[in-house]
C-alpha cells in the first residue's frame, strides 16, 4: 500500500512522540510505508525541522550502521515557567494546607496530564545519557517517576517501604524521614538493579532530604551510582538539605495558613539553544551509512 505524504509524515510523528529515546532505522520507515530510503529521510527532515521550529522536542539523527533516528522530549524555558505558574495557582490555595504543614496535593500528581508534563521537564533538565534505572519511594512519586521514565526510555524501579514477600530476596535500611525526623525503613529486591547500575532518583516532595538521602544511600548499598535527583516540590526551609545535587520544579514556603510557592526557574536548561548531548548527524548521513547494510 502507498502512502500521501501527509499520511507517512503524520504517522512518523506519532510513532517517534510515542516512543520518546527510541532508534528507529529508515529500514522500519521504508517498510512500513512502502517507500524509499530517500523519500522517508526527507519526510523525517520535515519532522525535524518543524519539532524544533514549534520547540516540541528534538528529533536527532545517528550515523552508522545501527544509526537511525529518535525523537528526544524537550521543554523550553518559556513553557516550563506557564505550566509551573499554572500549578502554583493551584497549590496556594490555604484549602490545601493539612494538619502539620501539609499539603493535599493527590489531585495534581495523579493527573495524567500533568504529571506527563512533569515527566518532560525532569527528562529535559536531568542529563540521564549513561543513566541506566529511574528509582523512586513508594507511593505519590510512583506516577511522575514513571512519566519520567517513559520520556528517558528507562525502566522504574519501586523502593518500598515494606517488605513484600513476593518480590524475594531484599536488602532493607533505615533513614530519618525528613518530615517528620522519626526512623523509618525502605526495602529493595536485590533482583531490581543489575550490578554496577547508574540511577535516576524522582520524588514528590522534599522538605530536609532525609527520604532522598536515605535512598542514595541504599542505591550505595547496592553498589548503584546515582547520577541524578529530582524532585518535584521542595521546601525553602530548612535551607540545608541533606542532600545537595538536585533540581526541584516548585520552591514552597508554608507559614501558619499562608502558602509561598513559586516555579524555580534557576533549574531550567534553554534546551532549544544549547547543543544536545547526543551527536546530530545530517540525515543524508545517516541514509548513506545505512543503505551500506
Known amino acids: 500500500m502507498k502512502f500521501k505524504r501527509t499520511e507517512r509524515i503524520g504517522a512518523i510523528v506519532k510513532i517517534l ?47 552508522g550502521a545501527a544509526g537511525g533516528v529518535k525523537y528526544i522530549p524537550k521543554t523550553s524555558k518559556a513553557e516550563n515557567e506557564e505550566f509551573l505558574l499554572d500549578l502554583c495557582q493551584k497549590i496556594s490555595d490555604p484549602s490545601r494546607i493539612l494538619s502539620g504543614g501539609f499539603l493535599y496535593l493527590i489531585d495534581l500528581i495523579y493527573n495524567p496530564t500533568i504529571v506527563s508534563k512533569i515527566g518532560k ?12 534505572y529511574v528509582v523512586t519511594m513508594e507511593t505519590k512519586g510512583i506516577p511522575m517517576a514513571l512519566m519520567t521514565a517513559k520520556a528517558m526510555n ?16 531484599t536488602l532493607s535500611m533505615t ?14 529486591p536485590r533482583k531490581a538493579l543489575k550490578p554496577d547500575s547508574k540511577v ?19 542505591m550505595t548499598e547496592f553498589g548503584a551510582e ?16 541533606m542532600v545537595k545535587n538536585y533540581i ?21 536548561k534553554d534546551e532549544y539553544k544549547n547543543e544536545d548531548h547526543e551527536e546530530n548527524y545530517d540525515l543524508e548521513d545517516v541514509l548513506d551509512d545505512t543503505d551500506e547494510e
Open 17 to 63: 512522540s510515542d516512543n520518546p529515546n527510541k532508534i528507529f532505522t529508515l529500514s522500519h520507515f521504508t517498510n512500513q510505508f512502502n517507500a524509499a530510503k530517500s523519500t522517508i529521510s526527507e519526510d523525517l527532515l520535515v519532522v525535524k525541522n518543524v519539532f524544533e521550529k514549534l520547540e516540541l522536542g528534538k528529533v536527532i539523527t545517528i550515523s
Open 121 to 132: 521537564i525532569m527528562a529535559s533538565n536531568i542529563d540521564y545519557a549513561e543513566a541506566d
Open 154 to 169: 528507562l525502566p522504574l524501579v519501586i523502593i518500598r517501604k515494606d517488605i513484600k514477600v513476593s518480590e524475594g530476596p
Open 175 to 188: 533513614y530519618v524521614s525528613g518530615n517528620t525526623s522519626k526512623v523509618e525503613s525502605m526495602s529493595l
Open 200 to 218: 535516576i532518583i524522582i520524588d514528590d516532595f522534599m522538605r530536609g532530604g532525609g527520604t532522598i538521602k536515605g535512598m542514595i544511600d541504599l
Open 226 to 241: 546515582v547520577v541524578g535527583t529530582g524532585v518535584f516540590i521542595s521546601t525553602t526551609q530548612p535551607e540545608e538539605k
Open 248 to 268: 526541584s520544579l516548585i520552591e514552597l514556603d508554608v507559614q501558619g495558613d499562608k502558602i509561598s510557592v513559586q516555579p524555580n526557574l534557576k533549574t531550567f
